[in-house]
């Protein structure tokens, strides 16, 4: 009778345990729905304001996406520096350029980009049709030398006008720099990673184990949601970095280099947390490797508050259910056009 009863004890126990662990049923963990109020699903497309999103549109944008004939070199392209089946991360602190010139800012992830409400850092961009044509004529990064030179690539092959004039039908002269933003921003629009938080947020409550519900709470316990809400989780605010305590690297003056107000030193664009569990390095200076220490350094020097290592890592469990799956059939290389005998050749100088 006594090894019956303590045997029953002891399964009793490891129901506990089990469920304390948050392996048990989904609804062991409450999430107040208030807490949840600043939160909303992705989208399912980024659509853009006049509301158009052409397939011809789309497909010409990933095929330039794709194309390193937009870089001096011949060498570089967009997926380079943001390759799609990564997460749309190189992983670099900050990538490397035309003759391997490095950039003072780590490239972000290019997934759900273009819900953000301006883009790079320093928000010097305010959408990805404008973004995408930055880096093809900065000379640290794809160094082209004019719109001209792009165009005359674009121009030198037959398939590439004639996708263009899908593209663009209304234009008399599409072939131009600002649709090849118009293009590459559309194909953007679509790199969305639904993930199961939004399957939660829709109402599945099985969507979550309780240890993930259980990381919601302690990460806006821990005053994250100020910065970190949205359908983005982040992606919609300009923040300074070193609110609580000065950030130990100040070598970048973020928006200050945009607007050159004083108010605007160590400013910078919030980042999403899509994704973040595959998108390290973190910050702005891509010196942080991994997220662990991202969300560390965030409760330290945003929060002035110190984790424990217990906390960090249920924060973590969360934040993993942001993963989203990669749209694998979308982001398939395509086809290039051919070059042809009027295409101009590679250089590697200056």
Not at 139 to 145: C, F, G, L
Not at 163 to 170: G, L, V
Not at 288 to 311: I, N, P, R, S, Y
Request: include cysteine; charged fraction near 25%.
């Amino acid at each position: 009778m006594r090894r019956t009863r303590y045997l029953t004890c002891v399964a009793s126990s490891c129901v506990l345990v089990f469920w304390a662990c948050g392996h048990g049923p989904s609804q062991s963990v409450h999430i107040d729905a208030r807490k949840l109020a600043a939160y909303k699903p992705l989208p399912e497309v980024a659509a853009p304001k006049d509301g158009s999103l052409s397939e011809a549109a789309i497909t010409l944008g990933r095929m330039l996406y794709y194309d390193p004939r937009l870089s001096k070199s011949q060498k570089i392209s967009c997926n380079t520096c943001h390759p799609l089946a990564e997460y749309g991360v190189d992983h670099e602190s900050t990538s490397d350029g035309h003759q391997g010139r490095k950039g003072d800012r780590n490239a972000p992830t290019v997934y759900n980009a273009a819900a953000h409400f301006v883009q790079f850092w320093d928000g010097r961009a305010p959408d990805v049709e404008q973004q995408a044509k930055g880096p093809v004529l900065n000379p640290v990064e794809m160094a082209m030398s004019s719109e001209k030179e792009v165009i005359a690539v674009l121009r030198s092959m037959p398939e590439y006008v004639d996708a263009f004039r899908k593209a663009f039908p209304s234009d008399k002269d599409p072939v131009t720099f600002d649709n090849v933003g118009k293009a590459i921003g559309a194909f953007e629009r679509k790199l969305m990673t639904p993930s199961r938080w939004d399957r939660f947020l829709q109402g599945d409550q099985q969507a979550l184990t309780s240890a993930e519900k259980a990381g919601f709470n302690e990460f806006v316990n821990a005053g994250c949601p100020a910065c970190h809400a949205g359908a983005l989780v982040g992606g919609n605010l300009f923040q300074k970095i070193g609110v609580a305590e000065p950030w130990p690297d100040t070598t970048d003056p973020g928006r200050f280099k945009v607007t050159r107000s004083e108010a605007d030193k160590f400013i910078f664009k919030v980042p999403s947390l899509r994704n973040a569990e595959k998108t390290a390095p973190y910050f702005h200076n891509g010196k942080t490797a991994t997220l662990h220490d991202a969300v560390a350094q965030m409760a330290e020097f945003q929060l002035g508050k110190t984790l424990t290592d217990a906390q960090i890592q249920s924060i973590q469990t969360w934040i993993r259910t942001l993963t989203g799956q990669l749209p694998a059939d979308y982001i398939k290389p395509p086809v290039l056009p051919k070059s042809t005998s009027k295409t101009p050749k590679p250089s590697q100088g200056d």
